[in-house]
């Protein structure tokens, strides 16, 4: 079973950057689809883009679109968040998931899509 691990979360003002990082351990890292999703207080835990390890796609939620690139070193077993032009309702904690190979009807912008979940990373982002 993969563990994950976040960093790089923090304190931001609007309009800056971060990157975020998920690092893995204990699986096939190369074969896991890795996700993004995000929890504001009080809201549910949703979908912040996606990486598929089988066809190298990318899927990223609409409000992220243009902000926000995911990508993958699968040398060094992590995932990344690139986020830029930061919004205060972009505050939340930022959660790393991942699946490994396998069989299901559910797609990678599910959270229920996902068997492996890190601890989260704060990022709070200022007006």
């Known amino acids: 079973q993969v563990q994950l691990v976040e960093s790089g979360g923090g304190l931001v003002q609007a309009g800056g950057s971060l990157r975020l990082s998920c690092a893995a351990s204990?699986?096939?890292?190369?074969?896991?689809?890795m996700g993004w999703f995000r929890q504001a207080p009080g809201k549910e835990r949703e979908f912040v883009a996606a990486?598929?390890?089988?066809?190298?796609?990318?899927y990223s939620a609409d409000s992220v679109k243009g902000r926000f690139t995911i990508s993958r070193d699968n040398a060094k077993d992590t995932v990344y968040l690139q986020m830029s032009s930061l919004k205060p309702e972009d505050t939340a904690v930022y959660y790393c998931?991942?699946?490994?190979?396998?069989?299901?009807?559910?797609?990678?912008?599910?959270?229920?899509?996902?068997?492996?979940w890190g601890q989260g990373t704060q990022v709070t982002v200022s007006s």
């Open positions: 998931a991942a699946r490994a190979f396998g069989y299901t009807r559910l797609i990678p912008t599910d959270l229920n899509y996902y068997d492996t």
């Open positions: 204990g699986g096939t890292f190369s074969r896991y689809t």
């Open positions: 990486h598929t390890w089988s066809r190298d796609f990318t």
